[in-house]
């Protein structure tokens, strides 16, 4: 195992002083081979090809980066990455540019979705279709390091992290100015039955409200938001 390693990290090695000066598409295992004097053989013997070389880059360094008995969550956890990828900046500016199946950006993505679809799943239940929520959060997420990194001169990863947190922030503000409004809305004495139902199924439906927490906000019981959804499930030529 341990000449194993020693291997892969000269390979490792061999790349990142060839991308010093090489685009990565011109590269060849050919070139990382005779760089640090390996044979064919030797490298296909640990890895598939150069992007799978890149991808254990990536496991390897920042699994060492993070300290053992580190318990980091949350923004931590992404402080921490951002720290990882500003120190190696110049590697990874070049790598993330690649547009490949096997590329690093589609390795990074299998590494940060199943992250995303926990979250997902945790705030809007598992019953949740979280695919479409899954990919627009990973593109926006690898899309906001790629352009990040790729600067000639990024921002300090914590300054990058608190623009991360003011982006979210500005929609979770927006989001409760829209539910507001529409809660506003529902309680307008002109409306009839049925726009006050439709008003609590675009809550329910759009903000993810359950009845009770309906009936809260508009201080009413549960049972009348009820009975008033009810209306909902009429014949339209009734309503």
């Given at each position: 195992m341990a000449d194993?390693?020693?291997t892969k990290s000269a390979l490792a090695s061999a790349l990142k002083e060839l991308m010093e000066t090489t685009p990565f598409a011109k590269i060849t295992v050919s070139d990382i081979c005779a760089k640090c004097n390996m044979n064919r053989k030797?490298?296909?013997y640990h890895?598939?090809?150069?992007?799978?070389?890149?991808?254990?880059?990536?496991?390897?360094?920042y699994l060492s980066h993070v300290q053992i008995g580190e318990n980091l969550i949350g923004w931590d956890s992404v402080l921490h990455l951002c720290d990882y990828f500003?120190?190696?900046?110049?590697?990874?500016?070049?790598?993330?540019?690649?547009?490949?199946q096997n590329s690093f950006i589609n390795h990074f993505r299998d590494i940060v979705s199943p992250l995303m679809e926990e979250d997902i799943r945790e705030i809007l239940g598992e019953k949740t279709d979280a695919e479409f929520y899954v990919n627009f959060f990973c593109d926006a997420v690898i899309c906001a390091f790629g352009r990040w990194i790729s600067q000639k001169e990024p921002l300090p990863p914590k300054e990058f992290v608190n623009m991360m947190k003011?982006?979210?922030?500005?929609?979770?503000?927006?989001?409760?100015?829209?539910?507001?409004?529409?809660?506003?809305?529902?309680?307008?004495?002109?409306?009839?039955?049925?726009?006050?139902a439709l008003g609590y199924r675009q809550l329910i439906d759009e903000f993810g409200l359950t009845q009770e927490e309906i009936a809260v906000r508009v201080a009413k019981s549960r049972t009348a938001i009820t009975k008033t959804m009810r209306l909902l499930k009429l014949d339209e030529q009734i309503q």
């Open positions: 194993s390693n020693i030797s490298f296909y890895f598939k090809d150069k992007f799978d070389l890149v991808n254990w880059i990536y496991d390897v360094e500003y120190e190696n900046k110049d590697f990874y500016r070049k790598v993330m540019k690649v547009e490949d003011s982006c979210i922030k500005v929609v979770a503000i927006t989001q409760e100015r829209m539910e507001i409004a529409l809660i506003e809305n529902v309680q307008r004495s002109d409306l009839n039955p049925i726009e006050e």
